[in-house]
């Protein structure tokens, strides 16, 4: 068996094609081996030391490196597990992946739903697959498509939105699922100032490094934000939020006195979070 490898636009993922049908349609993205737990493959890729991400498409395995390790140390392990995962005819998953709505609108939206999850199956995942993430649909209502944006994925979001509205007039916006709780802050002038800014001028930097900033809530004198993409996980982001972004919140909202950090926002009944390390920093 020859397993063929492939670079992508991102250096530490690399493509493993091992002449085989991977997925029958669409794809898997998966960012740790707690999420891996269903797919036997992305199982044993995560038991190598320094393997971070792992994703499926059609007729490829893509497996995401730290900085820290090189290629040439990894590819043989990754090689062997992937070879022996296919010559054995073992499944890729354990049970078929069901995609949870979060949201379900009428008989009109049901079927506008349909729509956008075939063009994200034949044109966004594609995209999305070839930087190592994945877009899974959550629901329509109202003009909102709501997205589970993986990985790399969350830095395409413009686009994303771009695309469904240009196929489907009747979408409005693209949001991450995750926001689908009702936040009266983002509806106030200062919330809505602040959306304008993200979008307009801060994003556009922060999108040219794979990132993207996301307005999660404003409360009181309060915002929270929401790192994606490359911004999540990436030693510089602190110092971004702090020399960039908090200066220019407050410029255009003077009354905002802190800025917290809930990048590993999960929902819920809190008011908002459930914290990762050391819970949401204030900034």
């Not at 809505?192 to 809530?217: C, F, T, Y």
Request: glycine content about 10%; some cysteine.
């Amino acid at each position: 068996m020859f397993i063929q490898t492939e670079q992508t636009p991102d250096p530490a993922t690399l493509k493993f094609l091992p002449g085989h049908e991977v997925m029958a349609s669409g794809t898997a993205h998966f960012s740790d081996a707690e999420s891996a737990k269903r797919s036997p493959l992305a199982e044993r890729l995560f038991a190598i030391e320094s393997v971070i991400g792992v994703s499926f498409g059609s007729d490829f395995v893509s497996v995401t490196k730290s900085d820290d390790t090189e290629w040439h140390l990894l590819k043989p392990a990754i090689l062997g597990i992937i070879m022996e995962h296919f010559v054995a005819n073992r499944p890729v998953f354990l049970e078929e992946e069901e995609e949870a709505l979060v949201w379900e609108g009428d008989e009109e939206e049901k079927e506008i739903a349909g729509k956008i999850k075939e063009l994200i199956d034949t044109r966004i995942r594609p995209a999305a697959a070839d930087s190592g993430g994945n877009v899974v649909f959550k629901g329509f209502k109202e003009g909102i498509v709501l997205l589970d944006m993986q990985g790399p994925a969350t830095a395409l979001k413009s686009a994303i939105e771009n695309t469904l509205r240009h196929y489907l007039p009747s979408v409005v916006e693209v949001r991450d699922y995750r926001d689908a709780i009702p936040k009266p802050g983002l509806d106030t002038p200062e919330g809505q100032a602040i959306r304008r800014l993200l979008d307009e001028k801060i994003n556009p930097g922060v999108a040219a490094h794979g990132g993207h900033i996301s307005l999660v809530d404003v409360k009181d004198n309060t915002v929270y934000i929401r790192l994606e993409g490359g911004c999540q996980g990436c030693g510089m982001a602190d110092v971004t939020l702090k020399q960039g972004v908090v200066q220019e919140i407050q410029a255009v909202v003077p009354a905002i006195a802190e800025v917290l950090d809930v990048t590993d926002h999960a929902g819920g009944k809190n008011p908002y979070y459930q914290p990762g390390k050391g819970g949401a920093s204030p900034l």
